[in-house]
């Protein structure tokens, strides 16, 4: 685990020649535990085709724990404003993913490659927040007291299949074709510890669901010392958003 503290001083002289002082200190704590485990298998299927694999999973687990005070004076040493706020939180996070690489070979100077993957990803929290501003000036408290609980997912899914040959000993064809399709979901529901009343300012229900796909075309000719490349790509994006609280 990590620990520190700071204390800071700070004085400003406002436009108007008011002086400002602010006294502040900070604690902050966080420990973190992690597990991980990857393999890797190549396998030659014939003497045309191989086959790559690749997975790899990951666990964690943080904590993190924050103070922080101050207080604002002004210059004959009344008080201005003051703050205080714990904030104390706990993630479990998790992570998956895999990568297919298949590669055929053809006819002479000719090859099929094709690769499927995918990346899952979740985290939890459960937090809890207590602060406490004031304003002397104009009589002003905001208090707030929270349980706040954090739920995000991810996945990534992706795939691609490209196509090459060898035309003659001078030029050359690749064909592309790419597909990704992305869902996320950020959600985070605060709730007053006394009145168990959600408070939509700290709430949130973000949705972000996005598919694009491409196809390229690549044709080359390389002669000696003179060199032609001449390329086409179009792509696709859908996408949509929304968020809720």
């Given at each position: 685990s990590n620990k520190n503290q700071s204390e800071n001083y700070?004085?400003?002289i406002l436009p108007d020649n008011s002086i400002l002082?602010?006294?502040s200190k900070n604690y902050n704590e966080n420990s973190a535990r992690s597990n991980g485990v990857r393999s890797n298998l190549s396998m030659r299927l014939d003497s045309t085709q191989n086959i790559e694999?690749?997975?790899n999973g990951n666990w964690s687990n943080n904590f993190?724990?924050?103070q922080s005070e101050s207080a604002t004076n002004d210059g004959a040493g009344a008080a201005v404003s003051s703050f205080n706020e714990k904030n104390e939180s706990n993630t479990s996070s998790q992570s998956n993913n895999f990568r297919l690489n298949y590669r055929k070979r053809l006819k002479a100077g000719s090859s099929l490659n094709l690769m499927v993957g995918n990346n899952y990803n979740q985290s939890t929290s459960d937090s809890k927040v207590n602060s406490t501003t004031i304003l002397y000036q104009s009589n002003d408290t905001t208090r707030i007291n929270q349980n706040r609980k954090g739920n995000n997912k991810g996945n990534n899914f992706s795939t691609s299949l490209n196509f090459n040959n060898r035309l003659n000993d001078a030029m050359n064809l690749a064909l592309g074709y790419s597909f990704n399709q992305s869902n996320n979901r950020n959600e985070q529901v605060s709730t007053d510890i006394a009145t168990n009343v959600k408070d939509p300012?700290?709430?949130k229900n973000q949705i972000d669901n996005n598919t694009n796909q491409g196809i390229n075309a690549h044709l080359s000719y390389r002669k000696d010392k003179f060199e032609v490349n001449l390329s086409n790509r179009t792509f696709?994006?859908?996408q949509k958003l929304s968020d809720s609280d």
């Open positions: 700070n004085k400003n002082e602010r006294n694999l690749q997975t993190s724990l924050s300012l700290y709430s696709y994006k859908n």
